[in-house]
C-alpha cells in the first residue's frame, strides 16, 4: 500500500514536467507564420492608391483633410488609438453626426467596388503616417 502511493505520486511529478515541456515547444513555431504576412510598406502604398480613388474626394489627395468635410487623418488622434482591426469596423460602419457632415459607410462605396481587403491597405497607409504612430 505504501508502494503503490510512492508510485503515482512519481508519475504525477513526470506528467507536469512533460506538459511544461509542450509549451515551449508550441512557442518557437509560430515564428515561421509571421515571417509570411506580406510587408507593410507594400501594403502602405497600395492602399495610398486606394485612398486617392475613394477616400480623397473629402480626406483631400494627401489626406490631410478638408474643410468642412472629412477631417485630416495624418495626424490623428482616432487614427492613432485606434487598432486596425477597429478601424475596418469603423471604415465599413461609418459615423453618423447629428447635424454635421458623416462618415458614410465605406465612403460611400459598395463592398464590390471598395472591398474589405482594400480597406485592410488603406489603413496601412494611414497607420503610416508620422503623426498617427504611437
Ligand atoms: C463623402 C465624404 C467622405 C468619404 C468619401 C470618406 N470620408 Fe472619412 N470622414 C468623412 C467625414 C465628414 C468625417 C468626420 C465625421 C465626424 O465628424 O465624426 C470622416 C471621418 C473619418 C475618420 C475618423 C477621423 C477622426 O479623427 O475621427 C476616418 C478614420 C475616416 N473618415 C476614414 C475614411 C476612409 C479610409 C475613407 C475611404 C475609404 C473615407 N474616410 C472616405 C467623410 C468622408
Redesign the pocket.
Given at each position: 500500500m505504501k508502494l503503490m502511493t510512492k508510485g503515482c505520486l512519481v508519475a504525477c511529478v513526470a506528467g507536469v514536467s512533460l506538459f511544461g515541456g509542450c509549451g515551449g515547444e508550441g512557442e518557437s513555431s509560430s515564428a515561421p507564420a509571421a515571417a509570411k504576412k506580406p510587408s507593410v510598406n507594400a501594403m502602405a502604398v497600395k492602399g495610398g492608391l486606394v485612398?486617392k480613388k475613394?477616400?480623397a474626394?473629402?480626406?483631400g489627395g494627401d489626406a490631410k483633410g478638408m474643410e468642412n468635410?472629412?477631417?485630416d487623418?495624418t495626424a490623428?488622434e482616432?487614427?492613432r488609438d485606434t487598432s486596425a482591426e477597429d478601424?475596418l469596423t469603423?471604415?465599413q460602419v461609418g459615423?453618423e453626426?447629428p447635424g454635421?457632415?458623416?462618415?458614410?459607410p465605406?465612403?460611400?462605396f459598395t463592398e464590390e467596388m471598395?472591398p474589405d481587403d482594400d480597406?485592410v491597405k488603406?489603413i496601412a497607409y494611414l497607420k503610416n503616417f508620422p503623426g498617427n504612430k504611437p
Open positions: 485612398f475613394t477616400c474626394t473629402c480626406h468635410n472629412g477631417p487623418l490623428s482616432f487614427v478601424l469603423y471604415v459615423r453626426v454635421g457632415v458623416p462618415m458614410p465605406r465612403g460611400g471598395l480597406i488603406v
